[in-house]
């Protein structure tokens, strides 16, 4: 095992899959992991040791007195499956590093490869043109044809060619180095809304994912969630078009003052 991970305990998994996820363009890949980790019962598996991939850059003060520098965690969880299938570990880290993320991934990958993982699967947000009110697809992208043929089963869409930035992208090219099967999942999101948190993408994605998964799970919060989120980037687009508005139009009493 890596030196720079630390395991909590040695469970016998039946071959799970690996969900990882870090925070990324509308924190779709945050919002996915943490409804899993709150909906079933995960237990704590490990961690990696952050202070190797992070630099402080300050600290914070409490009662005048300086305290000990904060790192991003990357932790690891685990469930176990009742009905049979699959088992499932969630990796969650807080930040991706400036620098090292290749040999993150790699940390990353070594867990799951312990624990004889059948798939590791990410997700990322897709920018589009896609209105708010419209209901967001998913795009699926894969390590190999082979695993490319369940992105058919379950109706993805396939953009051809693409770039997925940061950690929830490189992950899976460094699974595809190391013989590991693995699926990106991005759900669409307006590319006016990309620094709002998107649950409407992350609930798209839950309903493929689950079903990749075998795995049962109660939407009905993250789906009130994204309802009311609609309303808030409704909110956003009016007073952004009222902006537009004012900065690029003449009120008529303003332009009669200039005429005379």
Not at 181 to 191: M, Q
Request: charged share 25%.
């Amino acid at each position: 095992m890596n030196e720079l991970v630390e395991l909590y305990s040695r469970p016998r998994l039946n071959s799970p899959n690996m969900l990882a996820a870090w925070p990324g363009i509308s924190n779709v890949a945050i919002i996915v992991a943490t409804y899993l980790l709150r909906k079933l019962y995960f237990r704590k598996l490990g961690r990696i040791e952050a202070a190797h991939f992070f630099d402080p850059t300050g600290v914070m003060v409490k009662d005048s007195v300086i305290e000990a520098p904060n790192f991003p965690q990357s932790r690891f969880y685990y469930w176990k499956n009742r009905g049979g299938a699959n088992d499932l570990i969630v990796f969650i880290g807080d930040d991706q590093p400036a620098s090292k993320g290749y040999e993150l991934a790699n940390c990353v990958l070594d867990v799951g490869l312990k624990f004889r993982i059948t798939r590791v699967y990410t997700c990322a947000a897709a920018l589009t043109r896609l209105h708010h009110t419209e209901e967001p697809r998913v795009w699926g992208v894969a390590t190999s044809e082979e695993v490319a043929r369940d992105l058919v089963r379950y109706k993805l869409i396939q953009k051809g060619d693409l770039q997925i930035a940061g950690l929830n992208g490189l992950l899976l090219g460094v699974a595809g180095e190391r013989g590991i099967d693995g699926i990106c999942l991005l759900g669409e999101v307006p590319t006016y809304a990309t620094r709002m948190q998107n649950p409407m993408a992350a609930l798209a994605i839950l309903e493929i994912l689950t079903k990749m998964l075998g795995i049962s799970l109660d939407l009905s919060e993250l789906a009130q969630l994204a309802e009311e989120t609609k309303e808030k980037m409704k909110q956003v687009a009016t007073e952004a078009m009222g902006e537009y508005i004012d900065y690029f139009t003449t009120p008529i009493w303003e332009r009669e003052e200039e005429e005379e």
